[in-house]
């Protein structure tokens, strides 16, 4: 069974810029949620999507956009880049069945905007 | 909308007992996971409470009231690796939207 993973580990952009961030979910698991964490802050819900729809989103703009493929892996895109997206962004897989299950979270990806 | 409270930081020796409490107001309620992230690092399950009551995973515990909007962890027999940011959060119901407070900084001293 492999883990969730993300990529890239890390990532320096400018104000403006766009960027893609990438998540492969676990073996099994269909859901796949975003979360952006600064620093000493806990995670913030950014979207979640289920079956390659976006099934619920949290208090951010629509240039925070995303995709799930087919395969259940998921990209977040940042466009027009500003100074305070820079974060952790987090990706967690999970089964939706019956119930809330136990989110896995990735490793993460550290954005840095300049 | 969802307000989760937990203290900023707590100090607790190597092998003693340490509760982290947790308040929540939130607009649904379907349970309340506990997470234990280090630093630098991504956060690990610990716990999910749906029913009322006290869940022990070896040196673990979660408690959930629901009628109190309260939830603690206990940390037993503490080991210095335990220093981590320990997250509280709600899952409303519905879709898995998850809502995490700011997370408690635990220090574990010799």
């Known amino acids: 069974e492999t883990g969730v993973t993300q990529s890239p580990t890390h990532l320096i952009k400018t104000r403006g810029q766009q960027v893609t961030l990438r998540c492969s979910s676990q073996s099994g698991h269909n859901t796949v949620s975003w979360y952006q964490q600064a620093l000493g802050q806990g995670p913030q819900f950014i979207f979640q999507?289920?079956?390659?729809?976006?099934?619920g989103r949290g208090n951010f703009p629509p240039r925070f956009s995303g995709l799930q493929f087919p395969n259940y892996s998921s990209e977040l895109n940042v466009n027009a880049l500003e100074l305070d997206d820079s974060a952790l962004y987090l990706c967690?897989?999970?089964?939706?069945?019956?119930?809330?299950?136990?989110?896995?979270f990735g490793p993460g990806t550290r954005l840095t905007v300049l | 909308g969802q307000n989760i409270d937990q203290p900023t930081e707590m100090t607790a020796t190597e092998g003693a007992i340490v509760q982290i409490n947790c308040t929540y107001q939130t607009s649904g309620f379907n349970g309340l996971f506990w997470y234990q992230q280090h630093a630098g690092e991504a956060p690990t399950f610990l716990s999910y409470?749906?029913?009322?009551g006290l869940e022990e995973k070896g040196r673990f515990s979660s408690f959930l009231s629901r009628s109190k909007g309260y939830s603690y962890l206990l940390l037993k027999e503490l080991q210095m690796k335990d220093s981590a940011s320990y997250l509280c959060?709600?899952?409303?119901?519905?879709?898995?939207?998850?809502?995490f407070g700011t997370g408690t900084k635990l220090q574990v001293i010799p």
């Open positions: 999507y289920y079956r390659e729809e976006e099934n």
């Open positions: 409470n749906v029913l009322d």
């Open positions: 959060a709600v899952s409303p119901g519905g879709y898995q939207k998850v809502t």
């Open positions: 967690a897989s999970s089964y939706a069945g019956t119930s809330v299950g136990e989110q896995f």
